[in-house]
């Protein structure tokens, strides 16, 4: 492929909303490093006790936060699985809708038989017309 798959416009944005963008980035980047500071430190404490990882270890990584490391990690993994929900909504939402009572200048003179078996064939050709209505769709199996 010549050009890239992923779309980015950041560019194309005015620069107030790319500094938002860049400035929530950074802050967001910088409460996640201050979440692991604790554990960080008290790993660099049992380094330089030189213990190997046994229970003391363990304890010592336990104490240094208030929250226990297993709801660290039930709070991780609900943190993703929560964004990964919030990435499947949809950015935009219809503001107004088409009433089934009118037509679509598009499709006005199409047979809606036909219409139907365009959309939910596998494999169909659309003809249009010189002003972009539908001219004739030929239903391939």
Not at 6 to 16: A, K, V
Request: hydrophobic content about 50%.
């Amino acid at each position: 492929m010549s050009r890239p798959v992923i779309i980015n416009l950041r560019r194309r944005m005015p620069w107030p909303r790319r500094l938002l963008g860049h400035g929530t980035t950074l802050l967001l980047w910088l409460g996640w490093f201050a979440l692991w500071m604790p554990y960080l430190q008290a790993f660099r404490g049992v380094v330089k006790l030189r213990l190997s990882f046994s229970w003391a270890a363990w304890e010592a990584l336990e104490d240094v936060a208030s929250v226990s490391l297993v709801h660290a990690v039930v709070a991780l993994v609900g943190t993703a699985v929560l964004l990964i929900l919030w990435g499947q909504l949809p950015s935009r939402k219809a503001l107004v809708g088409m009433d089934d009572a009118e037509e679509d200048p598009v499709t006005r003179g199409v047979d809606p038989a036909l219409l139907e078996a365009g959309r939910s064939a596998k494999v169909c050709v659309v003809r249009h017309d010189a002003r972009g209505g539908l001219a004739g769709i030929e239903v391939q199996s």
